[in-house]
C-alpha cells in the first residue's frame, strides 16, 4: 500500500479540525470518528488504485520501485 498518502489524507482533516475548535467546540468522538474514517477512505483508496493497475497491467512482477500487496503476492485477486 502506499503508506505516504495517509498522513497527506490526515493532515487536511487535523488542519479542518483545528480551525473549527478555533470558533466552536469540537466533540472528541466526532474528531476521532472523522479521523478514523478518512484512514479508512484513503487505504479504500488505494487498495483500488493498486487493483486498477494490476487488473490494467500496470504493475507487472518486474516493475521498478516499491512494491505493493497485490504485486507481492501478499493478496490475489480472484477472478
Request: aromatic share 4%; proline share 4%; net charge negative.
Amino acid at each position: 500500500m502506499r503508506l505516504r498518502t495517509l498522513p497527506l489524507s490526515a493532515a487536511g482533516v487535523v488542519l479542518g479540525m483545528l480551525l473549527a475548535n478555533a470558533d466552536w467546540k469540537v466533540n472528541p468522538w466526532t474528531a476521532l470518528l472523522l479521523l478514523l474514517t478518512t484512514i479508512s477512505l484513503q487505504v479504500l483508496s488505494n487498495l483500488s488504485n493498486e487493483l486498477g493497475d494490476v487488473l490494467r497491467g500496470t504493475d507487472r512482477a518486474g516493475r521498478q520501485g516499491p512494491e505493493y500487496g497485490l504485486n507481492s503476492g501478499e493478496m490475489s485477486v480472484d477472478d
